[in-house]
């Protein structure tokens, strides 16, 4: 069976490792000084203090030109401190956990599929294939209006599903960090599907009363990696605004998007959307720097945008009935790798070892200039990140990317057990994940963490956080406070329903 991703050992794109590259090179200056300086201050002890006055007697300096050095250090300095970026904290994070009388089991799902599509047996057993190899559990939810028969979808409920997921996020937010809604300087909520008036950010606004002078943003239709997108959309505010608090909110809202049609690329998403939502704190003040989890390092945007093919293979439309889904093309497998690739070629720089770094690129240019038959290195990602959250979109992506960045069953398995808890929960899924690490007691201070999304457009987004301090495992709080005793779980590669 062909590998559902490309390869990446089969093509590297070198404009994209120069991009990469270019991040090392604009920190050159630094990289050089700090090195210097040290050298220097390390001979100044070495000599010791009168040796040092000694010397500087024999200079005969006048004291204008002790001013003007003097003024010239500290411009120097000055200018140094002032362009170096914010640190951003992720000081807290919130996922909502839903009700046990949302969940969907398969058959109930199914039951459901029979009634409403009884007319078209072959759509049924075809959402049942694909259910069953799905990796999704019993226990996900679908919002109350899905699971009336026929479901009854309307901008009301869409509306409650939203307070619901949003605002029992920022509670729970709210109640972790001890966070007053009026020290929020920055609000962005991300939602693809679900856009109404007035927006869902300026819903929180309203519901916390926030302060009149909050920077808000309301991101749609950027797809499950839209998380990311806000969380470098925030990293950005917080480098123009000092000592500002800022609160992503990311979620999906199901109810209006649940497709009654008979197109198969259309059905798809049925099977393996549902509902979550996360809040997510995060600040450039000095005086979170000892309670925060996680220091923000790198975040890198990828697009494929430009290519058509890219463009269209999420695509939302009318089928010939004119009832309007999410249509995923099959060429969507094979983009995500491309935008994969790209993305990972562009942030290996950032993170890897200087060993990884070398020996990467000098197989990269053997191969250009050289001998193109020599076998691609794939680096090592391991040794740059201790943990990865992958987004949990679908089996087959956790699957092909494991295999193609050579990753272990653990290092894989918060997707896994995410998808199976809660299903594909859309761009909030990586902290569901990145919640399972924790509460597993597996976050040690110093570990890094890569959070990588796809999304519609066609986009591949990641982050690199490193963390503050240390985690005991807890399972009194959270999403998987009820389930994490029982994980992992096996889980077949066909469950017969």
Known sequence: ??????????????????????YLVNHFITLILIPITLGVLLEAVRLGLDELLSLWQSLHLHQFHVLFLSFLVVLLAAAYFMSKP??????????????????VPFSNFMEHSRLILKDNPKSVDFQMRILERSGLGEETCLPPAIHYIPPKPNMADARKEAEIVIFSAMESLFEKTGLNPKEIDILIVNCSLFSPIP??????????????NIKSFNLS???????????????????????????????????????????????????????????????????????????????VRTHKGAEDKAYRCVYEEQDKEGKVGINLSKDLMAIAGEALKSNITTIGPLV?????????????IGRKFFNPRWKPYIPDFKKAVEHFCIHA?????????QKNLQLSAEHVEASRMTLHQFGNTSSSSLWYEL????????????????????????????????????????????????????????IPEVVKI
Request: with cysteine; aromatic share 10%.
């Open 435 to 490: 919640n399972y690490i924790e509460s597993k007691g597996r976050m040690k201070k110093g570990d890094r963490v890569w959070q990588i999304g796809f999304g519609s457009g066609f986009k591949c987004n990641s982050a690199v956080w490193k963390c503050n301090r240390s985690m005991e495992a807890r399972a009194d709080d959270g999403p998987w406070a009820d389930s994490i005793d029982r994980y992992p779980v096996h």
């Open 393 to 401: 979109g679908g089996r087959a992506v956790i699957d092909e990317l």
């Open 1 to 22: 069976m062909p590998p559902i991703l490309p390869e990446l050992t089969n093509s590297i794109n070198l404009k994209y490792v120069k991009l990469g590259y270019q």
């Open 352 to 364: 890897l070892p200087t060993s990884e770094q070398l020996y990467f690129l000098v197989m990269l």
């Open 199 to 212: 927006s869902l950010s300026a819903m929180v606004i309203n519901k916390y009363k926030l302060r009149n």
């Open 221 to 299: 239709g950027m797809g499950c990696s839209a998380g990311l997108i806000s969380v470098s959309m925030a990293r950005d505010l917080l480098q123009v605004y000092p000592n500002s608090n800022a609160v992503v909110v990311s979620t999906e809202i199901i109810t209006p998007n649940y497709y009654q049609g008979n197109e198969r690329a259309m059905l798809l998403p049925n099977c393996l959307f549902r509902m979550g939502g996360a809040a997510i704190f995060l600040s450039n003040c000095r005086s979170y720097r000892s309670r925060a989890k996680y220091r923000l390092l790198h975040v």
């Open 86 to 103: 914010r640190t951003v904290f992720l000081v807290d994070y919130a996922c909502y956990k839903p009700s046990v009388t949302l969940r």
